[in-house]
């Protein structure tokens, strides 16, 4: 049984990864997450009750109470998932990107290392920090026919992506030069239960259940590679377990799609779910609207994830089509846990950090 420290562990992958390692794994988890508008203790209520579970609210860029927490709970495992995460509202705001993603990621770098130095050779051979991070450090592939490798040139394109970027540099240097041991994973799109309505495919399935125009950046011609979020879960903890240390590993769904046909697909299956419809609306698809393009917008991501499926064995287990049957699914089911994001009950905003 390991002790495993989640920062951001009660935003939208981090919530899917605790939940992961408390159903499958014997393993004790803490969550350290600061609670922005981002991160809802309703997605961590199945687990909540569990013995192997704890939660600390916690701002990674408070390096004294980091230090704390880590001589308190002594984890084997770092996974550092806290993170502003929505492009958008980087390109209106970049200051918390930059202080969250690169300030603190260096702000926990360095209360690993303390911490890490404070162990016993036994202890400090099993150490490891996985920071997770996201395709969008490597820039725009365009028309290209080409795949992110491990090996792609860093090229970011906005706010989230060159803070990103910069987190996963700050990684790296602190393996190299401080012999931290460190992981990176790389992710593509990821889309599922308990995602934040401000992302495309929830906030499509939530417009179109409340006859809301269905917004389409630009010609919705660009192209993301989409992954479950519990197949991203599995990898991530995989990695965790068995990866290389100072490796990096691209994950990803080998599900290429354009923006306009995801939207269209959400509608197809809202259509075939017989949900009833908005008054006044004949078809979902009728509510889509083309809007002014994000500035700077990249126009293709996709994964090689070849490295994690030979060497670690590590396989999506969903289909673009069946994962996004899941998602549509699970928010028609559960309009109490978006409700509560919509009406601003649920912790973030109860607590008072709506943004
Ligand atoms: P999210 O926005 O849903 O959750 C982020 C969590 O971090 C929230 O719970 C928030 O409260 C917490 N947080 C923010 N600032 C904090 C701080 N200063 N201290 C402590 N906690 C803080 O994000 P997500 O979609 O779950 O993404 C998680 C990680 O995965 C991020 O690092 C992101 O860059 C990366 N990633 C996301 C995707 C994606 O498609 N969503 C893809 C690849 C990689």
Known sequence: ??????TGGAGFIGSA????????????????????????????????????????????????????LLQAYRPDLIMHLAAESHVDRSIDGPAEFIRTNI???????????????????VKQSAFRLHHISTDEVYGDLGSSKGLFSEISPYAPSSPYSASKAAGDHLVRAWLRTYGLPTLITNCSNNYGPYQFPEKLIPLVIL???AGKPLPVYGDGG??????????????LYRVAQVGK????????????????????????????CAVAKPAGVAHFRDLI?????????DRRYAIDAGKIERELGWHPQETFDSGLRKTVQWYLSHPA???????????????????
């Open 103 to 121: 300030d603190g990621t260096y702000i926990l770098l360095e209360a690993a290392l303390r911490y890490w130095r404070s162990l016993d050779r």
């Open 337 to 355: 846990w978006w409700r509560r994001v919509q009406d601003g009950t649920y912790s973030g905003e109860r607590l008072g950090l709506a943004r």
């Open 1 to 6: 049984m390991k002790r495993i420290l989640v």
């Open 245 to 272: 240390i100072g490796d990096t590993y691209n994950i990803g769904g080998h599900n290429q799609r354009k923006n306009i046909d995801v939207v269209a697909s959400i509608c197809e299956i809202l259509e075939e």
């Open 17 to 68: 990864l605790v939940r992961y390692i408390i159903s499958s794994t014997p393993d004790d988890v803490l969550v350290a997450d600061k609670l922005t508008y981002a991160g809802n203790l309703d997605s961590l209520a199945s687990v909540s009750g569990d013995e192997r579970y704890h939660f600390q609210r916690l701002d990674i860029c408070d390096g004294p109470a980091v230090d704390r």
């Open 289 to 297: 609207q083309f809007v002014a393009d994000r500035p700077g917008h």
């Open 207 to 209: 417009n179109a259940l």
């Open 222 to 235: 660009q192209i993301r590679d989409w992954l479950y979020v519990e197949d991203h879960a599995q990898a």
